[in-house]
């Protein structure tokens, strides 16, 4: 697989960003040897939106779910509100059936945390509330209103 220039890879990244980021919140960062692009994000502003996130596009599905590993093993991983499962796959209601990627809710560092892949777009997302908010459950369903 040949690797698309960066520009072209930071313009697709950019395109899957979840609504509620203000223009020029988000700025490329220099992504791991195995991406293609990688960018931090500040405040979103959607209700119960994460103060901060990061967001990594690979080059497949492979790729992504060894990355997402590698946060798992860095991460106090905790079960998702609801009793969901962490770490473990997602589902899209539309496609209840069809696994969309694997999703952890972790405590990093003192801080709440929900990290999921993206398994059709490569994509590992990463958000994290702060001591002010929002909590885990907050997070939880600010993502459940993103993926």
């Not at 520009?7 to 509620?20: D, H, I, K, N, V």
């Not at 952890?104 to 560092?109: G, N, R």
């Not at 907050?138 to 993926?147: E, V």
Request: charged share 15%.
């Amino acid at each position: 697989m040949s690797t698309p220039p960066p520009a072209e890879s930071q313009a697709r990244l950019f395109g899957m960003l979840p609504p509620g980021y203000p223009p020029d919140v988000c700025k490329p960062i220099t992504p791991p040897k195995d991406a293609f692009a990688k960018v931090s994000c500040g405040k979103n502003v959607d209700p119960d939106g994460p103060p901060s996130a990061t967001y990594a596009l690979f080059p497949d599905k492979a790729t992504a779910r060894a990355a997402f590993d590698r946060i798992v093993k860095t991460s106090a991983p905790v079960d998702c509100p609801g009793r969901i499962q962490s770490p473990g796959p997602w589902h899209r209601n539309a496609t209840p059936d069809q696994v969309s990627g694997m999703l952890l809710c972790a405590m990093q560092q003192g801080y709440p945390a929900v990290v999921w892949t993206n398994d059709d777009e490569q994509l590992v997302s990463v958000v994290q509330g702060e001591p002010q908010g929002p909590t885990l459950e907050q997070l939880y369903m600010w993502w459940s209103t993103h993926s």
